[in-house]
């Protein structure tokens, strides 16, 4: 069982800036790839980031390439979503979500059914 908990949401203006955080507890955190995920109202959720179980490789949505981050310390058992530059589209509950079925790959999904826990999401809202 991993439990996650997602922190850090709120309402920026456009152009500003904030950092998600998910905590994991369980499972040993190190060894899976973490994802996050958006969901807007009346859209479907989407991949927004992805990182390996050792934060050697990454991947984005082509909407938040070069403004989003992802990262992760293993020994917080932590990973992170800074998001700059924020504007409008990017308003939408944040998910993180762990893929704990495929242990140690340096490939991370980017579909929803392939993720086996998620946290319970973290409004963020930005203002034009």
């Known amino acids: 069982q991993v439990q996650l908990v997602e922190s850090g949401g709120g309402l920026v203006q456009a152009g500003g800036s904030l950092r998600l955080s998910c905590a994991a507890s369980?499972?040993?955190?190190?060894?899976?790839?973490m994802a996050w995920f958006r969901q807007a109202p009346g859209k479907e959720r989407e991949f927004v980031a992805g990182?390996?179980?050792?934060?050697?490789?990454?991947y984005y949505v082509d909407s938040v390439k070069g403004r989003f981050t992802i990262s992760r310390d293993n020994a917080k058992n932590t990973v992170y979503l800074q998001m700059d530059s924020l504007n409008a589209e990017d308003s939408a509950v944040y998910y993180c979500?762990?893929?704990?079925?495929?242990?140690?790959?340096?490939?991370?999904?980017?579909?929803?059914?392939?993720?086996?826990?998620w946290g319970q999401g973290t409004q963020v809202t930005v203002s034009s």
């Open positions: 369980g499972r040993t955190f190190s060894s899976y790839a």
């Open positions: 990182i390996s179980w050792s934060g050697g490789n990454t």
């Open positions: 979500a762990a893929d704990t079925s495929r242990l140690l790959r340096t490939v991370v999904p980017g579909h929803v059914w392939e993720y086996d826990y």
